[in-house]
C-alpha cells in the first residue's frame, strides 16, 4: 500500500503543477496581441491541460484505491477525511472551469482580464493547504 501512497503524491503533485501554471498561462495569454502568439499560447495550454489531466485522473485513481482499501474502513467518520474528500471535489470543479476557460480562449470568447486570472491563481494554493493539513494534522 505504501507504493499506492507514493504514486498518489507524485501524481498529485504532477496534478497541482499543472494546475499552478495554466491560469498563469491564461494571464500571459490575455495580453497577446498577435495571431502567432495566440495560437502558441493555445497550444501550449492544450499540452499541459493533458499532462494536468493524466495527473489528476492518476490522483483519483490512487486515492480512491486508498480510500477502498483500507482508508474508508479505519477513518470514514473522521470529519478530516470528509473535509479532503470535499477539498478534491472543489479541485476538480476547479479543474474542469480550466477547461472552459481554455475553451473560451480558443473560440476567442474570453472575458477576463489578466488581474482576474492572477486571482484565480491562487484558489489551488488554498486547495492545496486543505488538502495538506487536513492528511498531515487530521484536526478533527
Known amino acids: 500500500m505504501i507504493w ?5 503524491v507524485i501524481f498529485m503533485v504532477t496534478w497541482f503543477a499543472g494546475l499552478f501554471y495554466l491560469p498563469r498561462l491564461f494571464v500571459y495569454h490575455v495580453d497577446v496581441q498577435d495571431e502567432a502568439g495566440r495560437r502558441r499560447f493555445e497550444l501550449m495550454e492544450r499540452k499541459l491541460f493533458a499532462i494536468m489531466t493524466m495527473g ?6 490512487f486515492g480512491i484505491w486508498m480510500l477502498l482499501d483500507y482508508a474508508w ?15 478534491v471535489v472543489l479541485l476538480v470543479a476547479y479543474h ?4 472552459k476557460l481554455m475553451r473560451d ?7 477576463f482580464g489578466a ?26
Open 56 to 61: 489528476g485522473v492518476l490522483t483519483l485513481v
Open 115 to 140: 488581474t482576474f486570472y492572477r486571482w484565480f491563481n491562487e484558489f489551488p494554493v488554498l486547495i492545496l493547504f486543505v488538502a495538506v493539513i487536513m492528511v498531515i494534522v487530521r484536526p478533527f
Open 96 to 99: 474542469a472551469y480550466c477547461l
Open 105 to 111: 480562449f480558443r473560440q476567442g470568447r474570453n472575458v
Open 73 to 87: 474502513a479505519a477513518y470514514g467518520m473522521a470529519g478530516w477525511l470528509h473535509v479532503k474528500m470535499m477539498a
Open 4 to 8: 499506492v501512497k507514493a504514486l498518489h
